[in-house]
């Protein structure tokens, strides 16, 4: 009967191949054990499709993209607002250029801002006159020619027109005047018509929120700026998929930026659940941040390494015994079942623990051919 089967075709080869398989071990008396090895040719692996992997070494496994918002770390965003209401005179930067630290933005034409020069002139003014009071009445008095009072009296005004003069200092270095344009306009130097806005330190403009020719108030939003030098990504996973394991003893695995050529390190595992029963792995950006920008969404590759011995196969490289996962080894003279645990797996990928050692060769196809023969018509498949 077995040899009217095979002469069918070559679709039966398989077939009556494991079945030839399964009584050889069945003869060996060695079926269905553990480390037991069973006899196959490389003839046999060609017909029954069989494929090998070689193991290198320990390895995280791959794990499954998920989506990730690209977001900037807190104090790297810069809002670049009105200092003085004005007219925007001139627009000198575009969005997504980069600019140093005190580069000029724009220029604003403002009334106000010429106020505010004036208000120092005349303080600076007072301040000076008061000072020479003070010397005056200090010399008189040292002359005996009037009461020390009146020195006293000198003292308190010169203090109170210092104060109005740092007051208005104060209210121009807001504007974003530089001291040494503050030092001019106290001596008596030309007040200025318009204000250049400058950008506080390095950065991208991400945004503009105005256009030459606008009227903007005080305190209004003109640009936005942001350092990319360092960039966090926001994770959403399912909350039963918390990669508790990648923020153990900081031996995490880098997540790979699907497409990117980019790498992130994770730094944080959000507490709260969302409504849609995710919740948020937060990481940051050490690699490729120059490919990627604020608030676009891209696929990250969380890898879920459980065991820093174990070893990265594909799920179908396993095959179960009742409770029990094996892998099959190749030997000089077929095959060995060794006895697995899984550590992780993630999508199609396992990571496993076992006597498993670098250069041996795992079975990762055809495996339900190679669990028969290893079982025999003795070992059941239970």
């Not at 930067?93 to 801002?113: T, Y």
């Not at 008095?141 to 003292?155: C, D, F, H, N, S």
Request: aromatic share 2%.
């Amino acid at each position: 009967m077995s040899a009217h089967l095979c002469s069918r075709g070559a679709l039966r080869a398989a077939v009556c191949l494991s079945l030839a398989l399964s009584n050889a071990v069945l003869v060996s008396a060695l079926a269905a054990e553990p480390n037991a090895e069973f006899a196959v040719s490389a003839a046999q692996m060609k017909t029954l499709g069989v494929t090998l992997l070689k193991l290198e070494q320990p390895a995280a496994i791959a794990g499954i993209a998920y989506a990730a918002k690209v977001t900037l770390p807190p104090g790297q965003e810069q809002m670049v607002s009105a200092p003085v209401a004005g007219v925007v005179d001139q627009l000198l930067v575009g969005e997504q250029q980069a600019v140093k630290a005190g580069q000029p933005l724009l220029r604003l034409n403002s009334p106000q801002f010429g106020e505010m020069q004036l208000k120092l002139l005349e303080a600076a003014s007072r301040a000076r006159l008061s000072q020479q009071t003070l010397q005056r009445e200090k010399a008189l008095l040292t002359e005996g020619i009037i009461p020390e009072r009146r020195v006293q009296e000198a003292e308190a005004a010169a203090q109170d027109d210092a104060a109005r003069q740092r007051q208005a200092e104060a209210a121009l270095r807001l504007a974003g005047i530089d001291a040494g344009s503050i030092r001019r306009i106290a001596a008596g130097g030309t007040v200025q018509d318009g204000v250049v806005v400058r950008a506080r330190a390095a950065g991208v403009v991400l945004g503009v929120d105005i256009k030459p020719g606008q009227r903007v108030q005080e305190a209004d939003a003109l640009l936005r700026l942001a350092s990319l030098q360092t960039l966090w990504l926001d994770i959403a996973m399912p909350a039963d998929r918390q990669p508790a394991t990648l923020l153990k003893d900081n031996k995490a695995a880098a997540i790979e930026i699907v497409g990117r050529d980019a790498v992130a390190m994770p730094l944080s595992v959000g507490a709260m659940v969302s409504d849609s029963q995710t919740v948020t792995l937060r990481a940051r950006v050490t690699r490729g941040a120059d490919r990627l920008r604020p608030g676009e969404v891209v696929q990250a590759r969380v890898p879920f390494a459980a065991n820093a011995a174990g070893w990265a196969l594909p799920l179908q490289a396993l095959a179960r015994q009742d409770d029990q996962a094996y892998v099959f080894v190749r030997t000089d003279k077929g095959f060995i079942a060794r006895p697995v645990s899984v550590a992780s797996s993630a999508g199609a990928s396992v990571q496993v623990t076992g006597e498993l050692k670098p250069g041996q060769e795992v079975a990762t196809a055809s495996v339900i051919a190679l669990k028969a023969a290893w079982q025999g018509k003795s070992g059941g498949d239970k």
